[in-house]
């Protein structure tokens, strides 16, 4: 009995040390940015949780290999292998997304639903817009970032950007661009 109250300390000891082995790298640092499990609290960074593993991955290798050019990224990434990638990804795509608080203008909800739905967002981002293999979550995005991407993506693309992406926006004004990122970040509220 004596030696059951020794070995409980160590056993714990071991699973702590364990659970900490199991974490992905540089999560902290992640989460300095991209909040708690991937819930970004700064309208101008994205929300990893819920986002496709795939989709996480090949950003991950993307902007560790430089081929997109996110300054406050850089070097961030550097040193990790491929295998440490995936576990990031793993990570982000399992945690749940928070929804974000705010209100919804109905018009500008309605006026970027009939886009998305004539552009036919929902085909490749999936109908719910939580986005699948390499296509990103888009629901629940912070508006402004959505807004900034979207922007970047019609007048900036660069290297690591979906030239699709690039065509579908093409044609958009900067209205079109504003009620687009209001229906997908409130995406699912009722206007």
């Known amino acids: 009995m004596r030696f059951i109250h020794l070995l409980l300390p160590a056993l714990a000891l071991l699973l702590a040390i364990s659970a900490q082995a199991q974490q992905p790298p540089r999560l902290e640092l992640c989460a300095a940015c991209h909040g708690p499990q991937g819930n970004s609290q700064n309208p101008q960074i994205p929300s990893l949780a819920g986002q496709p593993k795939i989709f996480m991955e090949n950003q991950l290798v993307l902007i560790r290999e430089g081929l997109r050019d996110i300054p406050p990224m850089k070097g961030t990434l550097d040193g990790l292998k491929d295998t440490d990638l995936i576990v990031l990804a793993k990570y982000f795509s399992e945690q749940t997304p928070v929804p974000l608080a705010g209100p919804v203008d109905a018009a500008r909800y309605e006026r970027g639903k009939a886009l998305a739905?004539?552009?036919?967002?929902?085909?490749?981002?999936?109908?719910?817009?939580?986005?699948?293999?390499?296509?990103?979550?888009?629901?629940?995005?912070?508006?402004?970032?959505?807004?900034?991407?979207?922007?970047?993506?019609?007048?900036?693309?660069?290297?690591?950007?979906?030239?699709?992406?690039?065509?579908?926006?093409?044609?958009?004004?900067?209205?079109?661009?504003?009620?687009?990122?209001?229906?997908?970040?409130?995406?699912?509220?009722?206007?």
Request: glycine share 12%; hydrophobic share 30%.
């Open 117 to 191: 739905r004539g552009m036919l967002c929902g085909t490749c981002h999936l109908p719910d817009y939580q986005g699948r293999e390499q296509m990103p979550r888009l629901a629940g995005q912070h508006e402004r970032f959505l807004r900034e991407v979207m922007e970047e993506y019609r007048d900036k693309p660069g290297p690591g950007r979906d030239t699709v992406m690039t065509n579908a926006l093409g044609g958009l004004n900067n209205q079109h661009l504003d009620d687009l990122a209001h229906f997908l970040a409130h995406f699912g509220k009722q206007p």
